[in-house]
């Protein structure tokens, strides 16, 4: 019986910090400290008047930015974009990125995947990376009004010619919005035939308070708050006394989700209409 030894939960804001180029980045999550095999989690800091130049090397990258600069900029295949909160890229390996910023200190949620078996990406192309805002990603509701996401990494959502938004199964990842009183299904996530050992599961916290769930035992988590399911671990997040945002991660992303609560709307996601009073239509997720 699973139980909160399972998983692993560490504050970010008070994490060790180590100098690198550009800032420092503190380590949030990788084998040798929560035991993922297939995601590693890191927060870096930018430094005001500094630069980070990163390379994907052979692995998948998701970089979010956290907080908007005074002044900043990303500059990724070719093309400069404004560094401001919820824009990002995902890069596949060979892919690099560089964010400059001015005034005032960036930080970035940094995601890295090893790229995934052939059978967990399934025909995908694996690639190209592309740069994200939150103007370029399409938003979903779930059934019961309560929840709101906006997904910068994920195969099966559909842009609105039709296209996958990722053209890989390296990698999940969200931002998620809990109105006051919104929660998840009390779920849990585990494997597939091409992913037997499941998914690598993340959720980390930026505004409001929660509550995290396992077996019956819950625990408040606060603004900066990382916590990490292996998977099969059975879990609940709720919002407590108010909104909550976080993000929201799975590598790879080949796994099966157990609805294991009385949940009459499950897990039904649909996207917002394209025009005000426009029908909804169901995110299929499969």
């Known amino acids: 019986m699973a139980s909160f030894k399972d998983i692993f939960i560490i504050n970010s804001n008070t994490a060790a910090a180590e100098p690198v180029d550009g800032g420092s980045q503190r380590v949030l999550c990788s084998d040798e400290l929560c035991g993922s095999k297939?995601?590693?989690?890191?927060?870096?800091?930018?430094?005001?008047?500094?630069?980070?130049?990163?390379?994907?090397?052979?692995?998948?990258?998701?970089?979010?930015?956290?907080?908007?600069?005074?002044?900043?900029?990303?500059?990724?295949?070719?093309?400069?974009?404004?560094?401001e909160e919820g824009a990002g890229v995902l890069l596949v390996p060979g892919e690099s990125v560089r964010f400059a910023v001015e005034g005032s200190d960036m930080d970035v949620l940094h995601m890295a995947v090893p790229k995934p078996p052939a059978a967990v990406d399934d025909g995908l192309s694996g690639g190209p990376g592309y740069f994200f805002n939150r103007d370029s990603l399409r938003r979903l509701s779930d059934a019961s009004g309560g929840r709101v996401r906006r997904f910068c990494a994920e195969s099966t959502v559909r842009l609105l010619d039709g296209s996958r938004l990722t053209p890989t199964n390296a990698i999940q990842a969200g931002e998620m919005h809990y109105h006051d009183g919104?929660?998840?299904?009390?779920?849990?996530?585990?494997?597939?035939?091409?992913?037997?050992?499941?998914?690598?599961?993340?959720?980390?916290?930026?505004?409001?308070?929660?509550?995290?769930?396992?077996?019956?035992?819950?625990?408040?988590?606060?603004?900066?708050?990382?916590?990490?399911?292996?998977s099969g671990v059975p879990h609940r997040l709720s919002a407590e006394d108010g909104p909550l945002d976080y993000f929201e991660i799975q590598a790879w992303r080949s796994f099966k989700t157990n609805v294991l609560s009385e949940e009459p709307l499950g897990l039904k996601w649909y996207y917002d209409p394209e025009t005000p009073g426009g029908e909804r239509v169901e995110w299929d997720q499969s």
Do not use: W
């Not at 849990?188 to 980390?204: F, R």
């Open 182 to 230: 919104g929660s998840s299904p009390y779920h849990s996530h585990v494997g597939t035939p091409a992913n037997p050992a499941g998914p690598a599961h993340c959720y980390m916290t930026f505004v409001g308070q929660g509550r995290v769930e396992v077996e019956g035992e819950s625990q408040a988590i606060e603004p900066g708050t990382l916590v990490f399911f292996p």
């Open 38 to 83: 297939t995601l590693s989690v890191y927060r870096r800091t930018i430094e005001a008047g500094e630069t980070l130049a990163f390379d994907a090397g052979d692995d998948y990258h998701v970089l979010y930015i956290m907080n908007t600069p005074s002044s900043g900029s990303v500059e990724f295949a070719a093309k400069t974009h404004a560094a």
